[in-house]
C-alpha cells in the first residue's frame, strides 16, 4: 500500500476501504523496519485526513502501564475497527513499538529469504519470496472464523 492507492479510494469515496487498507498495513508493520503505516499517514494532505478519521468517542480506556500484550494490542486494533480515530491509531502504534522493543516474537521485523524454483520455459528460474517467521495477526484471528 502507498500514498496514491489511499488518495485513490479517499477521491472515489470508499472511507471504509481507505481504513481497511490501513488497518492491514498495520498489521504489516508489525514485520517491517521501517513501520509504513505512519509514514504514509503523514504524506496524506489534511483534507485526506480529515475524511479518512472519526472523532475520537472516548469509549476506550487505554491501557497506561504499558505491561501491554499482544493481546492489548490486538483489542485496541478491534477498538480502532470500531472507531478509527487518530487517538486509537496513535495507540496502535505505540503499543507496537513497545511490544517490539520488549521483543515479543509477533512484532520483530522479519527477514525474507528467497528460494528458487522450478524453470519455466521461457522466464528461467522462478523465484519466489517466502516471510519467515511470520505469525497469525488480528486481522487472521478477526476472519478466522469464516
Not at 496502535?92 to 528460494?115: C, G, W, Y
Request: aromatic letters at 6%; charged letters at 30%.
Amino acid at each position: 500500500m502507498n500514498t496514491s492507492q489511499i488518495k485513490n479510494v479517499l477521491l472515489r469515496g470508499e472511507i471504509s476501504k481507505a481504513r481497511a487498507m490501513i488497518l492491514a498495513q498495520l498489521d504489516k508493520d508489525r514485520f517491517l523496519e521501517p513501520m509504513k503505516t505512519r509514514q504514509i499517514l503523514q504524506t496524506l494532505m489534511p483534507s485526506d485526513a480529515s475524511q479518512l478519521f472519526d472523532p475520537d468517542d472516548g469509549q476506550t480506556a487505554f491501557a497506561k502501564d504499558q505491561n501491554w500484550t499482544s493481546q492489548y494490542w490486538t483489542e485496541v486494533c478491534v477498538e480502532l475497527s470500531n472507531n478509527f480515530s487518530k487517538e486509537k491509531l496513535n495507540h496502535a502504534i505505540a503499543v507496537m513499538k513497545d511490544l517490539r522493543e520488549k521483543q515479543n516474537s509477533r512484532f520483530l521485523p522479519t527477514h525474507k529469504k528467497e528460494t528458487v524454483g522450478s524453470s519455466h520455459k521461457d522466464s528461467g528460474p522462478r523465484r519466489e519470496s517466502v516471510v519467515v517467521g511470520r505469525k497469525p495477526g488480528f486481522l487472521d484471528k478477526l476472519f478466522s472464523n469464516r
